[in-house]
Structures are given as C-alpha cells and as structure tokens.
C-alpha cells in the first residue's frame, strides 16, 4: 500500500511517503532560497509529496535566521527555481506556511516578536549573537491579527505563482496559529480569544482567507493536539481539537496533517471527524516501513517523515528495496553549506 499511487485532489501521487517540513536555515538573508535549495528538494522527489520547510508569510512571521520568506517578489522567483526543479524530476511539493508568532528575537529580525498575547516563552533562541531568552512578545491588536490572517492569503497566492502544487498552513509545533489555540500563550478577551470557539477562530480564518485565496484543493493544515512545544498548555485539548477540525471540516481541504498524539482517543476522535485526506506524522517512531504500515493499517492516507528523508533523498527507494539507511547528522542540520544538505548518498543502482 506504501507504494501505490493517490489522488491528492487534482494532483497524481507517486507513492503514500510525504516528506514532512524541516527547518534547515540555509536561505539568504532576505529570505531568498539559496543556490542550493532547489537541489536538495528535487533529489528527494521521489516522494509522493514534499512539503518544504517553514516559510515566513510576511516579515514578522520570521524567528529563526536564515529561514526563507513567500512575501516578496524576490523570493518568489527564488522558489521558482526549487518548484521548477522538483517538477522536472516528477515531484509534488506545497509550501508550509509557518508565523512563528513569539518564537522570535529582535536580534534576528530587527523587531520585536508578535503574538496572541504579551506572554513571553520560557526557553532560548539561536540568535547571530548566540542563545538568547525569549523576550515578551507585542500582542497583536483585533485588527492587525485580521491583518495576519490577509497575510496568509497574501502568501499563498505567491505560493502559487512561485508554481507550488499548494500550502499547508503551520498550526503545530507551538507557532502562531497554534498560540490561538492555546490556554497560556492565547488570553484576549477579543473575537480571538476565550472561549474554544474564540481560540480556533485565528486558525480557522487563515485557512478560510488561504482557500479563498487559491482554492480549496490547494490548501492544507498541520495540528499538533496537546505538543507543549515552544512552552504551549493545552489541557483542554479534547474540546479544542475536535471543535477545530469540525470547522476545518466544512472548508474542503486538500488534506490534514497530524502531530501523533500518543492519545488513542483523541487521533481516533479526530480521524473521524475528518473527511478528506489524513497524513500523520510520529515523530517518535523509528523504523519508518513499520511506522508507515502501522499509520496505513489505522487508517491515515499518506505518512509523513522528516529525519529519514532529510538524510536518504530516495527513501522511498530505499525502503521499496529493504537497503539500509543513512543515519542523519544533527549537526549539521541548521545552517551551513552543501555538507548534511545535499551530499547525503543515494543508493547506486544498476540495471540489471
């Protein structure tokens, strides 16, 4: 089943593999994909379907250095060249939108980080001048938390003209949109906050904007249930999710993609409440053909790893064949040039 081909939408997949996004921070300083970006996304079209690391929507959406942005024209015909690339080896590959929301530092970014509320992180970030605390982000007002929304819209209209096959919207991992979602990080007391039906309303809103934007089929979501990344509570999560993806439900999107959530219940509660494609992600697990087997036989449609493709480009390859692995090498993860980015060996086969 790994193997066989889907139907995303309107677009033929090759195989079930997904892989997922990964910060590498080896944009340029103005966002732009390096020289390298768009080798390292096609030796890994092989993939059914790629979805490319977090791209900022806008200049405040950005937190980590060196991360590349969908907000100028500069950079959307750097990510011509990357999706160009891909296609001419046969890939899918949709942009993850991702605002990292407080996860920021002036230092990187010449302006103070933005989010739901004025309620700093715990924790450090990698700044030029080394590790810093998180400093206490500007909550946004009614009104420019609309203006954020139009930002996601205004990004996935250049996804499409930079020729992405679609977006996923980045509601996981302690980021923005899952900051709305959040009992800590989110205490307005606006439109955008209080209640469950207050706080998916930023997530809900973004995809609606997005989906008007570019169409349904061309937009995505990722969901992180009850991920404390990024110093997140989310106790009440079996009320939020639920509510969420009921809402998302309605949108008709081109597919969910979920953080496991060691909660049976709630992965179960959520599979049925969504009717479209499911990808799940266990970012946890280990031997990615069992993983993969497992999360097919439970019932998602695609399976999606970061790590295991990030150091094998022909994974799916590799796994068709039962070849070995190679390992990845963390350090060399973020940042950097050509060496843990595009050197990592693919299998050398001949025709027998």
Request: proline content about 6%.
């Amino acid at each position: 089943m790994l193997f066989t081909q889907y139907e995303l939408g309107d677009l033929l997949l090759s195989n079930r593999l997904v892989m997922a996004p990964m910060t590498r921070s080896r944009a340029y300083v103005d966002g732009i994909p390096s020289s390298l970006t768009a080798l390292y996304y096609a030796q890994r079209a092989s993939a059914g379907l790629i979805v490319t690391e977090g791209v900022q929507p806008s200049a405040a959406g950005q937190g980590y250095v060196n991360t590349p942005g969908l907000h100028t024209d500069e950079q959307v015909a750097g990510w011509r060249e990357v999706t160009d690339a891909v296609h001419l080896a046969g890939g899918r590959i949709f942009a993850q939108l991702m605002h990292v929301g407080r996860v920021g530092h002036p230092d990187n970014t010449g302006s103070t980080p933005v989010a739901p509320s004025a309620v700093r992180a715990s924790g450090q970030i990698h700044t030029h001048a080394g590790p810093q605390d998180y400093p206490v982000p500007v909550a946004l007002t009614t009104a420019e938390a609309e203006a954020t929304v139009r930002d996601f819209a205004d990004a996935a209209r250049r996804a499409v003209d930079a020729g992405f096959d679609g977006v996923e919207l980045h509601g996981a991992n302690g980021y923005l949109i899952h900051q709305f979602l959040s009992q800590n990080a989110n205490l307005r007391d606006d439109r955008y906050g209080g209640s469950v039906e207050g706080r998916i309303r930023f997530a809900v809103e973004a995809a609606e904007a997005a989906v008007d934007a570019i169409g349904a089929s061309r937009v995505a979501i990722r969901l992180s249930p009850g991920n404390g990344a990024q110093d997140l509570v989310e106790e009440d999560r079996s009320e939020v999710y639920p509510a969420l993806v009921r809402a998302l439900a309605g949108l008709d999107l081109a597919y969910l993609h979920l953080m496991a959530t060691r909660d049976d219940d709630l992965d179960r509660r959520i599979r049925d409440l969504w009717p479209n494609t499911l990808i799940v992600n266990d970012a946890g697990a280990g031997d990615p053909d069992a993983t993969a087997s497992r999360w097919l036989g439970w019932g998602a449609d695609l399976v999606a790893f970061g790590s295991a493709f990030l150091a094998n480009p022909d994974l799916p390859l590799r796994l068709r064949l039962g070849a070995p692995l190679n390992d990845p090498d963390f350090a060399t993860a973020f940042g950097g040039d050509h060496r843990g980015y595009t050197d990592y060996p693919a299998l050398a086969v001949h025709p027998v």
